[in-house]
């Protein structure tokens, strides 16, 4: 499964970005799918996963209220919609493809990884 993520860019804080990840794999909607980020220096963390409906989705705590995750099964993208964004959010955003049946918090249950893009907020 290959993904690709798109998006990312400068920011002030309090603004917002709209993050992409689409695949052309046609069995995406039997994948829960996860957007995780990282910093230099850190390790990656996670930020938010949906399920292969799109009915339950969960996000970390850092980003719960101002980031909203959903997916469509027809365009085979999920997106991350982030609001309110703070300069601590500034990292590279990878999206991933989970072949669990349930949904999973840790980076390294990840079955497949896009490439990050890259998203900065200044303050």
């Known amino acids: 499964v290959q993904l690709q993520a798109s998006g990312g860019g400068l920011v002030q804080a309090g603004g917002s970005l709209s993050l992409s990840c689409t695949t052309s794999?046609?069995?995406?909607?039997?994948?829960?799918m996860g957007w995780f980020r990282q910093v230099p220096g850190k390790e990656r963390e996670f930020v938010s996963a949906i399920d292969w409906s799109g009915s339950k989705i969960i996000y970390s705590d850092s980003v719960k209220g101002r980031f909203t995750m959903s997916r469509d099964n027809v365009k085979t993208t999920v997106y991350l919609q982030m609001n309110s964004l703070k300069p601590e959010d500034t990292a590279n955003y990878y999206c991933a493809a989970d072949g669990s049946t349930f949904l999973n918090r840790e980076y390294d249950v990840m079955d497949y990884w896009g490439k990050g893009t890259l998203v900065t907020v200044s303050s």
């Open positions: 794999e046609d069995t995406f909607n039997t994948y829960a």
